[in-house]
Nanobody
Framework: QLQLVESGGGLVQPGGSLRLSCAAS????????IGWFRQAPGKEREGVSC?????????KYADFVKGRFTISRDNAKNTVYLQMNNVKPEDTAVYFC????????????????????WGQGTQVTVSS
């Protein structure tokens, strides 16, 4: 069965850290750019970060996470990570990973229309 599975979410205090994982089964990730998105209650899903295919040489971040979050990939494990540091209450959301609709795109973008395969999400709650 083809699926993306996010994990690593949970409850964390402001200023703390979490590492989210996006693991794929039944489909390869290495030749696709991958994006992370989030959706807070009552809000639209928004782009957080993305990483280009293969060597992941290109990464992009939304302004609200720059300097705090880091995206990376381990193709041997068919997994993409989102390291979240210095988290804030406004980072509270369900976080989703998604796979680009086309392989070897050469770049990535934190816009939803680029992605056609999504995971089910993992909840991140930042609260003291």
């Amino acid at each position: 069965q083809l699926q993306l599975v996010e994990s690593g979410g949970g409850l964390v205090q402001p200023g703390g850290s979490l590492r989210l994982s996006c693991a794929a089964s039944g489909l390869p990730l290495d030749s696709y750019s991958i994006g992370w998105f989030r959706q807070a209650p009552g809000k639209e899903r928004e782009g957080v970060s993305c990483i280009s295919a293969r060597d992941g040489s290109m990464t992009k971040y939304a302004d609200f996470v720059k300097g705090r979050f880091t995206i990376s990939r381990d193709n041997a494990k068919n997994t993409v990570y989102l390291q979240m540091n210095n988290v804030k209450p406004e980072d509270t959301a369900v976080y989703f990973c998604a796979r680009d609709w086309r392989p070897d795109a050469g770049n990535c973008a934190v816009t939803k229309h680029r992605y056609n395969f999504w995971g089910q999400g993992t909840q991140v709650t930042v609260s003291s």
